[in-house]
Nanobody
Framework: QVQLVESGGGLVQPGGSLRLSCAASGNTLDDYTVGWFHQPPGKEREGVSCIDVSDGSRHFADSVKGRFTISRDNAKNIVYLQMNSLKPEDTGVYYC???????????????????????WGQGTLVTVSS
């Protein structure tokens, strides 16, 4: 079973950038779909961006298109979320999750898929504020 650890969160001013890392251990991510999810304070967790590590296909939520990118480093077994032009509404805890069978779009978009994901990291807090 793969285990995930997120890092890279912090306090940043509006318009700033952060790079989040989702580091995996226990198994290679080569055959997984990995997603980044955002949970604003007091709200539901929602998909931000997902990547099929094996073929590189990606999905982005409309709210982050053009601002966020997702990438993987297969050698290091890490998936990154590069967040640029950050806005106050990007504030919240960011979690990564991995699944060996999920479709990349379904993982990000469908609540039913998200709620059945078994492997999650502990989350990393991002605060966008001046």
């Amino acid at each position: 079973q793969v285990q995930l650890v997120e890092s890279g969160g912090g306090l940043v001013q509006p318009g700033g950038s952060l790079r989040l890392s989702c580091a995996a251990s226990g198994n290679t991510l080569d055959d997984y779909t990995v997603g980044w999810f955002h949970q604003p304070p007091g709200k539901e967790r929602e998909g931000v961006s997902c990547i099929d590590v094996s073929d590189g296909s990606r999905h982005f939520a409309d709210s982050v298109k053009g601002r966020f990118t997702i990438s993987r480093d297969n050698a290091k077994n890490i998936v990154y979320l590069q967040m640029n032009s950050l806005k106050p509404e990007d504030t919240g805890v960011y979690y990564c999750a991995a699944d060996p069978r999920a479709n990349v779009r379904a993982m990000c978009v469908l609540t039913s898929v998200r709620k059945n994901l078994q492997v999650w990291g502990q989350g990393t807090l991002v605060t966008v504020s001046s």
